[in-house]
Nanobody, 120 residues
Framework: QVQLVESGGGLVQPGGSLRLSCAASGFTFSTYTMNWYRQAPGKQRELAAL????????KYLDSVKGRFTISRDNTKNTVYLQMNSLKPEDTAIYYC?????????????WGQGTQVTVSS
């Protein structure tokens, strides 16, 4: 069955770094756009970063540009989110998402989320 398993979250001080990982299985990872969403308490879920299936295009939420880097390894079926210069406003649950559109159908899978807390 399809699985997306996030890891790497935790508590970090402002200015610190974390690297999130999302290991995928049960679908053809290399054909899916991979996304990292986040949801802070009391706020809507927002798209933080995406990377296309081949890894040739990345896009970022304005507030994380220059601080976050999304990457993928299609040989390991894994997507990463390197987060540097973290701020308290980055505190959220981070979710891994896989998305594909083929033959008129949308395919979307979600991980269970990993908590990131930025606090001194």
């Amino acid at each position: 069955q399809v699985q997306l398993v996030e890891s790497g979250g935790g508590l970090v001080q402002p200015g610190g770094s974390l690297r999130l990982s999302c290991a995928a299985s049960g679908f053809t990872f290399s054909t899916y756009t991979m996304n990292w969403y986040r949801q802070a308490p009391g706020k809507q879920r927002e798209l933080a970063a995406l990377i296309t299936s081949a890894g040739d295009i990345t896009k970022y939420l304005d507030s994380v540009k220059g601080r976050f880097t999304i990457s993928r390894d299609n040989t390991k079926n894994t997507v990463y989110l390197q987060m540097n210069s973290l701020k308290p406003e980055d505190t959220a649950i981070y979710y891994c998402n896989a998305f594909n559109y083929a033959r008129g159908y949308e395919y979307a899978y979600w991980g269970q989320g990993t908590q990131v807390t930025v606090s001194s």
